[in-house]
Nanobody
């Protein structure tokens, strides 16, 4: 089992920044590719960003490319999402997710069904 706990969400004005964290415990964090997803009430969960075990491969959804940065610190068992130039349409509950990967440089996919473990989510609200 891997336990994931997100933090860092909140209310921010458009154009502002937030840094989300996802603290992992349980099994060896560095064995898992990680992802960030978000969900608006009444809508499906959507992919935001993903990173490989070794942090040498990342990918983003088009709408956040250049504004968001996913990173991880395997020594601290923590995943991050730096969000800059926030827009009202970024408002959502943000979730981190983990999936076991035998390949250090293979990033997690955009498909949420691949991920095994999920955090409880943290609310991000961007006001206009």
């Amino acid at each position: 089992q891997v336990q994931l706990v997100e933090s860092g969400g909140g209310l921010v004005q458009a154009g502002g920044s937030l840094r989300l964290s996802c603290a992992a415990s349980g099994r060896t964090f560095s064995n898992y590719a990680m992802g960030w997803f978000r969900q608006v009430p009444g809508q499906g969960r959507e992919f935001v960003a993903a990173i490989s075990r070794s942090a040498d491969s990342t990918t983003y959804r088009d709408s956040v490319e250049g504004r968001f940065t996913i990173s991880r610190d395997n020594a601290k068992n923590t995943l991050y999402l730096q969000m800059n130039s926030l827009k009202p349409e970024d408002t959502a509950v943000y979730y981190c997710a983990a999936g076991f990967s035998p390949y250090p440089s293979l990033r997690g996919p955009m498909n949420d069904r691949w991920y095994t473990y999920w955090g409880q989510g943290t609310q991000v609200t961007v006001s206009s």
